[in-house]
């Protein structure tokens, strides 16, 4: 089903208002798509077809608050859903018309609002921040111009109070329950849509914070002429009397769609009595039966198949294509600076991070104190299951990023998938934010543990050990985020991450050489994000002209083994020092592409 609209002069203008017409709409889930994965995979087969939605008409007005009710898996959310553009249309049948054409659900998603049951929101960016991000991201204008917007959007949504409170989340404290439904709502009434969609705004919300929200729609819906549509479950009596109409599901199908008043009259012509203590809507949920058989006395919208030219339909093809509001560089910038708040104020992340590389630094650099500078006392083992444990640590440590990104994920899809920038953008910004943050980690784990443990000394040993060290985080950073695109929880992205950086462990080189690694398996250590490092660490200290002929395994009686000796026995060259490095860049840049890849197909697929 197609699903294209009438292009109005400008999002803002309240001139333009935008009348919806379903007709005959239907919605059903088919053995080949009735049980997805959560990548859109089949997970299994379905017995036969579920229609979520059948055959279902009926119309919303501008300038008034229209709530769709029924009873849970009526079909509240789906035909919400199908209204904002956001299923896929494999499974939809029937027309949705927005003033007349045919909705173009690319374009639809632009100019409308769609706010979803579930906040997703930055915990630790406060509420200004929060609207200011997405009007800067979503108005082509400039930054006083957009704090402006914020600024009276915060004024209408009664939130200039809080504006300097973080939005917090369960374990930080932050704003309430209803002030974070409203400041959801004016993450999508920054742009000033002409059609705002909710899903259950009311729920889990007290009845003052409800009724504070719905009254706030109503005034959007009459004073500013926009469209606004909600699902709603049992609504009380004075909610009830800010809704002008009512689209009442049952089962997939319209049992009513019209006033309360006309439910009401509906409900006494087939011989109910409502109660005096319970609102008609409510009575009408439960007694939903009799309803059906009433069907066919139902007000249906008159069917009327307009015919468009081949003009038409092309220029509704041009309308499809997307226009962002900034270019990809100014969507690197605002989304650098979002992303850097995110960082620096994640305290899990930033200051244990930090105190971690310094205090590993030192335990590990006391521990292994002078191991390479004694030349009596050098074990190779002591001197390698260093390098082998630098590169554990730094790697291991990299699953902290985890939880951000998939939190990053939930916003980056909603966002992304109605226009607001590009994936690549995120990508790009995402990277550039780790760079100096990793960097820092860095130099604060090698400039205690370098000189401890008697490395090299001189400069170009350590800024070449400190660089190994900051591509190696930079790897497993990128290797994260490019997991963190796929799974679907943060246990399942330990799990995994675990799994494989186990297994690119055991191929390091440590454990078992290369040389007797069975065929089968030596594309593994191809893979492997220590092999590479790991190799860099030895040739850096037992390369070179004093590399060569230091002793890495002696005894009383002299030295047995030189470091050329060890670079012969593991088949190391020079010329790898800077090679290894080459294949450990693009790792970074092949995860991080990888990564692009499977955002953008997420993204692709929740707007096609």
Not at 287 to 312: F, G, R
Not at 419 to 431: D, E, F
Request: proline content about 3%.
């Amino acid at each position: 089903m197609e699903l294209p609209v009438k292009k109005p002069h400008h999002s803002a203008d309240l001139e333009t208002q935008y009348n919806i017409k379903v007709k005959n709409l239907s919605y059903k889930l088919s053995p080949r798509y009735g049980d997805l994965d959560w990548f859109g995979w089949k997970s299994s087969a379905s017995s036969r077809t579920k229609y979520v939605l059948n055959n279902i008409s009926c119309e919303v007005k501008p300038g008034e608050l229209t709530a769709i009710a029924g009873l849970s898996g009526a079909g509240k959310t789906s035909l919400l859903e199908i209204l904002a553009g956001t299923i896929a249309t494999c499974g939809v049948s029937g027309r949705v018309l927005v003033n007349d054409m045919p909705m173009n659900a690319e374009y639809f998603r632009r100019v409308s609002g769609y706010v979803t049951q579930d906040e997703a929101l930055f915990p630790h960016l406060t509420v200004e921040e929060t609207l200011m991000y997405s009007a800067r991201l979503r108005l082509k204008v400039g930054r006083d111009k957009a704090r402006s917007r914020v600024h009276s959007l915060l004024t209408e949504l009664g939130l200039e109070h809080i504006a300097g409170v973080r939005i917090g989340s369960e374990t930080i404290r932050g704003i309430s329950g209803g002030e974070k439904r409203r400041v959801s709502i004016g993450v999508d009434l920054v742009h000033d849509p002409v059609v705002l969609l909710l899903d259950e705004p009311t729920s889990g919300l007290d009845s003052a914070s409800a009724l504070h929200i719905v009254t706030l729609l109503k005034s959007m819906a009459k004073n500013q002429g926009k469209t606004i549509v909600l699902t709603i479950h049992q609504p009380g009596f004075r909610i009830l009397d800010l809704i002008d109409e009512v689209i009442l599901l049952s089962n997939g199908g319209v049992l009513h769609s019209g006033s309360l008043d006309l439910l009401a009259e509906r409900l006494k012509s087939v011989g109910h009595c409502i109660p005096e203590h319970v609102n008609a809507l409510e009575f009408a949920i439960e007694v939903t039966e009799s309803l059906h058989k009433e069907e066919n006395h139902m007000i249906k919208i008159e069917s009327c198949d307009e015919q468009h030219t081949d003009e038409t339909l092309n220029q509704l093809a041009e309308e499809k294509k997307i226009f962002y509001c900034n270019s990809p560089c100014k969507e690197v910038v605002i989304l650098s600076q979002r992303f850097c708040k995110n960082i620096f104020r994640t305290k899990e992340l930033f200051a244990a991070k930090t105190i971690e590389a310094v205090l590993t630094g030192i335990v590990l650099g006391t521990i292994f104190i002078n191991v390479f500078g004694n030349a009596k006392k050098a074990k190779i083992q002591n001197e390698l299951g260093f390098f082998a444990f630098t590169l554990t640590f730094l790697i291991s440590t990299t699953t902290e990023a985890l939880p951000i990104f998939l939190q990053e994920r939930r916003i980056l899809m909603r966002e992304t998938s109605r226009g607001v920038y590009r994936v690549s953008s995120y990508i790009i910004a995402n990277t550039l934010v780790f760079l100096p943050f990793l960097l820092i980690v860095t130099l604060l784990y090698t400039s205690p543990v370098y000189w401890l443990v008697g490395l090299r000394r001189n400069i170009d040993g350590f800024l070449y050990f400190s660089l190994v060290v900051w591509v190696v985080a930079l790897t497993a950073n990128s290797f994260v985020a490019c997991l963190s695109t796929l799974v679907p929880d943060y246990i399942t992205g330990m799990s995994l991450i675990y799994g494989v950086m186990g297994s690119f462990f055991l191929f390091s080189g440590y454990f078992i050489s290369k040389d007797t690694v069975p065929k089968y398996w030596r594309f593994m250590q191809y893979l492997s994000l220590f092999k590479y490092p790991y190799e860099c660490f030895m040739i850096n200290e037992f390369g070179g002209k004093t590399g060569k002929l230091r002793c890495i395994e002696g005894s009383e009686h002299g030295c047995l083994v030189y470091g050329y000796q060890l670079l012969m026995q593991q088949g190391l060259k020079e010329s790898q020092k800077w090679s290894n490095l080459l294949t450990m860049l693009s790792f970074i840049l092949g995860y991080r592409l990888l990564g692009l890849v499977f955002l953008w197909y997420r993204s692709y697929k929740s707007r096609s």
